[in-house]
């Protein structure tokens, strides 16, 4: 009888022991998943304001270096010489004038996530002097 009682007493040290590896397994498992997840939303947050950012220059090119009607196209308002709109919930864009030479003009492109800077870009539009 003795020896029953050993024996389940080892049963039950081996399966607490197992029990115990599977649950650090499961927790590191779980902190590998939630970092991978959080750099896969940045990525994304980068990838899109790069491509906000191209889009941007794109279409002050096309309006001549005029930020007033860069903020037209965009659908968006111009004051004080600057264009602060929303992309989604988390992600905000700051576009303002920088005052250069006589034949450049140019913006920055701040695009922000949650408050926190993300992404930046200065453009410059070169353009002939009226004649």
Do not use: P
């Not at 022991?17 to 997840?37: D, G, H, P, R």
């Not at 004038?97 to 410059?124: G, H, M, Q």
């Amino acid at each position: 009888m003795k020896r029953k009682s050993s024996r389940s007493g080892l049963f039950l040290i081996e399966l607490i022991i197992v029990i115990l590896f599977f649950s650090v397994s499961s927790a590191i498992c779980m902190k590998i998943f939630a970092t991978a997840y959080l750099s896969n939303q940045y990525s994304r947050a980068l990838s899109k304001s790069a491509e906000e950012i191209s889009n941007i220059s794109s279409i002050y090119k096309n309006s001549e270096g005029e930020l007033e009607k860069t903020a037209e196209m965009l659908g968006e308002k111009y004051s004080a010489s600057e264009i602060v709109y929303s992309i989604g919930e988390d992600l905000t864009v700051k576009i303002t004038e920088n005052e250069n030479e006589k034949y450049l003009k140019s913006i920055n492109i701040i695009i922000y996530e949650n408050e926190k800077e993300l992404n930046a870009a200065t453009i410059v539009y070169a353009h002939e002097a009226a004649s």
